[in-house]
Structures are given as C-alpha cells and as structure tokens.
C-alpha cells in the first residue's frame, strides 16, 4: 500500500494539489478588474488572477519615474516596448508568451496562418508559477516578474559605461498606491532599486547614493481594441511613422513586406454630414504639476491640432484636459502630456502604445523637458541684453521662450497621433510643426527683433497629413492629395535622410531656416555679428555673476551652427523627393545639387573659420573672469586650455572644427570625388585655411590653432575607413603638396609641427595626431 501511494502522489500534478483561489486569498486586498489581482501585505506578494488562456493582449512596460539624467535617457513616464502577449499553460506555470507579429499569414486559411506561427520564434517573458486555481482560472505569483528588469535599466547603464548594476529584491517592492485594475486595463507597478558598483558620472550626478537606483516600474495588461478599426496603408510621402511585418500569405507577384499607419481611431457619429463630432473624440489631458505660464502654451500648443481635425468636418474631436487628481498617467485610458524633471536641458518625446496587428494608435504618451524653456529665454536674453531695469524687455524674451514651448507641445503631440519628422518644413516657409525650428532672429534698423522667432498654428504640411491620415478617403483620393500637395511645393525628408552628418538631402536639415540655406548662414552670421558688438552686462539678470556671462555668450557665439549643417550638405549633396513609379507622369529622380551652388557653399563654410568671424571683441573678454566661488563650469560652458579662464581660443577652435569636421566628412569627399570636385574643393580649403595670408596679433593666434583644427580634420579624413580609394588618392596628393609648402615655411614653429606629423605618417603608415580638437558644448535641443 505504501508503494501504491508513493506512485499514486507521482502521478498527481502540482496544479491538483493547489489550493483552491478562495481559500488562497482569503484576507489579501483584492483589485477587480481586466485581470483580478490579489496582495498580501505579509509577504509583498502580488498574484494575478489569469481567467483568458490563449488570448491575445499587450502588454506595455514603462517607468513613472526615471533617473532624471539626460544623458542616461531613463526618465520619467517613458514607455517601453509595447508588445503583443498571451498566457499559455505549461504544467506547474503560466508562461507569459510574446507573440512575433512581423512575420505573419494574412489569411482565412488556419492552417496557413499556424505555419507561420510554428516557422518564427516567439519570446517567453516570464514563467509565472500557479499558487492556486479554480475551474478555467489560475493565481500565479507575478512578484518576481514585477520587480524584474523589463525594462532593461541594468544593461542599458552598462552599455552607456554608468556603472554595473542588478535588482536588489531586498529593497524592491510593490507599489500598490498605483497598483489598479479596470475593465479593459490592469496596471502594476513596483519600487525597484537597482544595486551595483563603478557608477558612472552621470549617475553620480542625479542619484543621493549611486551605489543604489531606486526607480519605478510599471506594467500595463491591456485588452486588445473591439474590431471595426480600418487600417490605412502606409505611403513614403504621408509624414506617418509605419508599422511593418511580412505577409507570407501575399501573393507572389505583391510585395511581401506591409507597411500600415499608425493613427487613433477616430469616427464621425454623422458621417453624411459636412460638420460632426466624433463617435469618440482624441482627448489628451495635461499634467497638473506643470506650472503657470507654461502649462498655459502646452495647451495652446497641443490645441492647434484641432484645427486640422475641423478641416475634414470634425467638431471638438481633438480636446485636451486637465488630468484628473486621481488619474494615472502610465494608464492605457490616457493621452497624457507629462512634465518631467531633469538635471539638465533635454529632449523631448511623443511615443506611444500602439496595436502592431493593425497600427491603431491605443495611447499617447508626450513628455516634455522642463529645461527648455529656459534655453530658448537664455538664446533670447543673449540675443538683445533686455536687463536695463525695464520689466518689459524681459517679457519679450519670455514671450519667444513660450512661443517655443507652443510649438513643442504640438510637435510632440504630433508624434503621438502618428506623425514623423519632417526636417524640410522649416526652410520651406515654416510648413510643420513637426520639424525642429531654428527661432528666425531678424535685423531691423541694425537692431535685433524676436517678433516672428516663432510661427503661431499648424503649417501646411500639418494639415495635409491629418488629412492623409485621418480623412475618409479612397484610395484614389489619397493619391489625389499627394499629387496636390507636390504640385504646392510641399517639401518633406524624414530622419534618416536628414540627420546623418554626410546626408546627401540638400533639403533635410534640423533646427535650419531659409529657402537658400547659403544666404541664410550669411544673414546669421550678420545677427550674430550685431549681437555680439552689442553683447555685455545687459545679458545676464542683476545679482548674477559676471562669469555668467560665459554661459550667456555660448548660443550667441554659435548661433550659426545648425546653419553650417544645411550649407554642409549642399557640399556633395542632392535633390530628390519619396516617389512611387506610375505616382506621376513625369518623376523628379535624383539631382546633384549646381557645381556653382556648391562652390558657393564651401565658400561661406570657410568664411566661418576665418579669425575675423571667430575673433571675440577685447571689451567682451574683459567682462568675462573665472567662475565666482560657488560656481563652476558645467556641460554648458566652453572647455578651455587656460585653466580657470574663460579661454577665447578654445571657443574659436571648437567652432571652427565643427565647420571643417562637416565639410571633411568622408561620404561628402565620396561624392565630391564621384563629381571631379573633390580636387577643387580641397585645395580652396587648403590655401583659405592653411595656406591663407599672416594675421597679426590675437587674431594670428586664431589662425594658428585654426590651422592645427583644420590639418586634424584633414588627417581623420584621410585615414578613415570610409574613404573610397579614389578620394584617398586625391586628398593624399593634396596632402602631400602641402607638405610641400610646410617644408617651405618651417621656420613658423606651428607649421613645422604639423610637418612633423605628416612627415612620422609618411615613415610608419599611422597618424598620431599632435592634438584633438576640443568639442561645441551641447547644442540640441533648443
């Protein structure tokens, strides 16, 4: 009999043995909802009730509350991957399973659609040990999970040289204040530190003990949207991002790989009528902690998308509210514009949770920096000195910081309904928020005039892709839009053409302005000249310290900076626009941007390392000493060779490497050479920057260094493994010719060091350069 009931326990699973859900749970507190969930204040254990085996939802992970470094980019209400998973019972657990939506079978055919399923991996996210069950119902113990690293804060730290860090459980723990449950959405959320050693600098300077991170992690269980959504194709020319998988059920003479847009489900609850509301109208509601004025332009700015819902015959479907006290913002039900704190000034996002079967857009999630508000006063304060004890100078300059802010609001709000960056807007007269504005500073009567820094409302652009995305049209009509909008000379290039430092789009640039990015840079460096001449004491607050001015003159100094990257890319650059064949009678192609337009390009990018352009008045330097005790130079203040001093030479060569850096990219030498350029190219470099007339006194100083920037960029370019050989060969003669006339002048001491150089190239093969350039303080984002 013994026997018997030792094999009788064997073949008994664990499951039969488990108690059942009610007596398991009696006295825990206990969250109805889209999954029950159970917590047990004894242990600090939280169990999940899983009544839907097999059934598809997502699953969002995010993070309430970040580390609050810019730099290490973990901040405060930022999503996580959004994924499509479901429950599948595997003896003694619950396995959380994600499923692999990009490859798919869009078929009728079971079978068909199982073959895909059974050819792709799929990925297991937790193994979730069943506690009790009922009758088709299980309780798993969804703790460990919680407190895990889903959002892989530890290697992210790693990999960013902040140190080696790993879960603590000991100082980890649920997080029930904001552990809820809903109809549709189950949310759970943890306190977890994170413990390790080796904490980087950026660490050290937001956390009070860097030895431990202690953040937030959320969880989001959220039911897939009721059917009825109509997905839209994605088009190259829309300004959507795309949602893409592979269809193995398309027929083979169809492309297999799909391409949908990502939009919310917006319905008129008249659609035969020219003005309707919305069945359920796009509601974004706004952080209470954000403060007066600035909550004021977010919601002016997150508003102006209504403008373009009216336009296709909607009434109120885009509305932004007040977060209600007892609402959360990791919630699915809410798109939220959050505010979140940083140690110093950064970037801002629009992201989302989107449904990857069909690019349903569920949630918007903007968080907005801040800091940058405070940038945009200090570019305005620099720009026109308005402390001379008149209030109202100063609201101008806030007056333009919070014109910013509105555009902000609605650029990250675009990001969230489906839109992408359009980096040709801005010099295409202002047509979209959704590109990064450059304030248009203007010279009126030689004095400096913020007055239209910034455009009020949506552009163009904005409105043509709302009605791309979110207009009841055909297929037909569609191609009807993108043909009118063409025809309007409507500009467009997203990211990946324009944020490359060798892009070849001669269009696509960031924080740019100006149809001719040339003559724009020759206006810049005019304002610039003019609020330089005038820049003094009247640029920093009463009460602040005279070294403040540093930081004050850094955007002032570099003002032209962004402009240089437009001229940069005229250099080897080319005009083209996203085409589908059989879209238009006559397609545009590919275009080299004029050999004289790109000889006058590299003009105006030389005019900029030229010690006249770089030098900085005596007056000036004579304002500026070291940091007051209690200060200290900072990530927003030029480094410097002097020590303690503010060191005008170490400005001028950060500049003058970024101009040089730009023009020597190895891709531009590339094309420059594919177009019998390159020859020309670098020696008008070489006899303007190297080869140039003596400068005398401070100024010759500036060209010295110059000169030591502009042969270090010079040897990177050469030696780089980018560099096509014909280019190489091309500027290794140069090079050598100007070896040439270095041997000629080797009695100037700096000339002869970079002989030297060339010289110990020539002999071993490797470049050891005799310095590296010093580089700009940050300047994204403004």
């Known amino acids: 009999m013994k026997r018997w009931g030792i094999l009788l326990c064997l073949l008994v699973s664990p499951l039969t043995l488990a108690a059942g859900i009610k007596d398991f749970t009696k006295g825990m507190e206990h969250r109805q909802g889209y999954f029950d969930f159970y917590y047990q204040p004894s242990e600090g254990k939280l169990f999940l009730l899983v009544d839907k085996l097999e059934q598809p939802f997502i699953f969002q992970s995010s993070l309430p ?5 810019n730099d290490i980019g973990l901040d405060r209400g930022q999503l996580g991957e959004t994924r499509l998973v479901q429950f599948e019972r595997f003896g003694n657990k619950l396995m959380l399973k994600q499923l692999n939506t990009y490859y798919r079978a869009d078929s009728h055919n079971a079978a068909e659609r199982a073959s895909i399923d059974q050819a792709f991996a799929s990925s297991v996210l937790a193994g979730l040990p069943v506690v009790a069950s009922d009758a088709d119902k299980w309780l798993v113990d969804y703790s460990d999970f919680l407190l895990s690293d889903i959002h892989q804060i530890g290697p992210r730290l790693a990999a960013q040289n902040q140190g080696s860090y790993k879960v603590d459980p000991k100082r980890s723990g649920v997080y029930l204040k904001r552990s809820k449950a809903f109809p549709l959405n189950t949310e759970l959320e943890a306190l977890v530190t ?5 904490a980087g600098e950026f660490v050290r300077q937001v956390t009070p003990e860097p030895d431990a991170i202690s953040v937030h992690l959320h969880h989001s269980l959220v039911a897939l949207p009721d059917a009825g959504y109509q997905s839209r194709e994605f088009h190259p020319y829309s300004g959507y991002w ?10 083979i003479d169809e492309p297999m790989v799909k391409r949908l847009l990502p939009r919310h489900r917006l319905q008129k609850k008249n659609p035969d009528a020219a003005i309707s509301e919305a069945i359920e109208p796009i509601v974004y509601y706004l952080d209470p902690g954000v403060p007066e004025p600035v909550r004021t332009a977010l919601y002016e700015g997150a508003m102006w998308w209504n403008s373009a819902f009216e336009q296709l015959g909607y009434k109120n479907a885009f509305v932004v509210k007040t977060l209600p006290a007892d609402a959360d913002p990791m919630d699915v039900r809410y798109n939220v514009i959050q505010w979140v704190h940083r140690a110093t000034r950064g970037w801002s996002y629009g992201a989302g949770v989107t449904d990857p079967r069909t690019g349903e857009i569920i949630k918007g999630h903007v968080t907005l920096g801040s800091l940058r508000v405070r940038q945009d006063f200090l570019i305005a304060s620099g720009l026109t000195g308005p402390f001379k ?10 007056a333009m910081a919070l014109a910013r802010i509105r555009q902000l609001s609605a650029h990250e709000v675009g990001h969230t309904i489906g839109l992408i960056h359009n980096f040709a807007a801005s010099a295409n007269g202002r047509a979209s928020v959704m590109d990064y504005p450059h304030p248009l500073v203007e010279l009126k009567d030689q004095q400096i005039s913020l007055q239209h820094a910034y455009r009020e409302g949506l552009g163009e652009w904005d409105m043509y892709a709302i009605q791309y995305g979110y207009g009841d049209y055909s297929d037909q009509q569609l191609a009807a839009l993108v043909a009118k909008a063409k025809a309007d000379g409507l500009e467009y290039m997203a990211d990946e053409d324009a944020r490359p430092a060798g892009g070849v789009s001669a269009i696509g640039h960031l924080w740019d302005n ?24 009247d640029n920093i607050a009463s009460g602040q310290p005279l070294s403040s001015l540093h930081e004050a003159l850094v955007p002032i100094y570099l003002l032209h900076r962004y402009q240089i990257e437009a001229v940069s890319k005229m250099v080897g650059g ?5 085409e589908l064949k059989g879209e238009h009678p006559q397609a545009k192609g590919f275009k080299w941007v004029e050999t004289e337009k790109q000889q006058q390009a590299v003009k105006a990018l030389l005019d900029t390392v030229q010690p006249e352009f770089l030098a900085l008045p005596d007056n000036l ?3 500026i000493p070291p940091k007051a005790y209690g200060d200290s130079d900072g990530r927003e203040s030029f480094k410097g060779r002097m020590g303690l001093a503010f060191d005008p030479l170490s400005a001028a060569e950060a500049a003058a490497n970024h101009s040089l850096s730009m023009l020597l990219h190895p891709q531009r030498l590339n094309r420059l050479s594919s177009q019998g350029q390159l020859t020309e190219v670098l020696s008008q470099l070489r006899q303007s920057v190297i080869q140039g007339k003596d400068h005398k006194g401070k100024r010759a100083l500036i060209q010295q260094r110059v000169r030591h920037v502009a042969f270090y960029q010079l040897m990177k370019s050469l030696t780089s493994q980018d560099l096509a050989p014909e280019a190489r060969a091309a500027l290794y003669l140069q090079m050598d010719d100007l070896a040439d006339w270095l041997d000629k002048h080797d009695k100037d001491a700096n000339l002869k060091m970079l002989l030297q150089q060339w010289q110990a190239f020539e002999d071993n093969g490797e470049w050891q350069p005799g310095f590296k350039p010093l580089a700009l303080p940050p300047g994204s984002p403004i």
């Open 574 to 578: 080319a005009f083209y626009e996203y």
């Open 242 to 251: 795309k949602v893409e998988y592979m269809d193995y059920a398309a027929a």
């Open 65 to 69: 509350r970040g580390i609050g470094s």
């Open 389 to 398: 004890g008149n209030q109202g100078d100063v609201e101008k300059q806030k």
């Open 194 to 198: 994170y413990a390790g050693s080796k």
């Open 514 to 537: 100006g149809a001719d990015p040339v003559e724009e840079l020759k206006r810049l460096m005019r304002v610039r000249q003019t609020a330089l001449s005038h820049f003094g004491l």
């Open 621 to 623: 330097l004579a304002l």
